[in-house]
């Protein structure tokens, strides 16, 4: 028996599971798995790449909220669920998600339940694994990390000469002057553009 009980899409809804899928990444999924791996020094259930394969590895939740205690260096899911009933495994995804939003990722960066417990959006699961992983490395995790790094404060202290300086350069689009222009040109007219 399938476990997805989820009614076949139809029309524009899909057609947008059609974009979503098409977005997915077996490269960045091969990443993410990689990394996972050797941040929890375990193998993933299912090794074969495929986005499938993929979920069924984290849909449980488990994964991802040992992952994320790991990162963290101490527990932000406190007590992860083992039992195999769906509401058990989707409120792991739940903890897995506030405690992302206690690590610092934005609502946008993190993936809605739905997206992995019911495959609808798998592409959104790397992006908050790459997303998961580059915060890590910005909290001081010091293992192996994927993705972009997150850009560190840099203030700058400029002396009075050159913040005054500065008041009287003008941007490249502030009114450049030089070329052609309208001039001698009528409504509905064209512009002659070689010379004559």
Not at 61 to 70: D, E, F, R, S, V
Not at 100 to 105: A, E, H, M, N, P
Request: hydrophobic share 35%.
């Amino acid at each position: 028996m399938s476990q997805n009980v989820r009614a076949k899409k139809s029309g524009l809804s899909a057609d947008i599971q059609k974009k979503l899928e098409a977005k997915y990444s077996q490269d960045q999924e091969a990443q993410c798995r990689a990394w996972i791996e050797e941040v929890l020094g375990e193998k993933l259930s299912n090794s074969e790449l495929g986005m499938h394969n993929f979920q069924q590895c984290l849909r449980d939740g488990q994964i991802l909220c040992k992952l994320l205690n790991t990162l963290n260096g101490e527990p932000l899911v406190k007590k992860i669920n083992q039992q195999k009933m769906a509401f058990k495994q989707m409120e792991n995804i739940e903890q897995f998600i506030k405690g992302c939003k206690i690590f610092g990722l934005k609502d946008g960066d993190i993936f809605q339940t739905a997206d992995l417990y019911e495959c609808q959006n798998m592409s959104q699961i790397i992006s908050t694994i790459y997303a998961v992983s580059s915060f890590a490395s910005s909290k001081g995790y010091a293992g192996p990390c994927i993705g972009t790094k997150i850009a560190e404060k840099n203030e700058r202290d400029f002396d009075e000469a050159t913040l005054n300086a500065g008041k009287f350069v003008l941007g490249g689009q502030m009114g450049f002057t030089e070329g052609d222009s309208q001039t001698g040109m009528s409504m509905g007219k064209t512009r002659k553009v070689v010379d004559m």
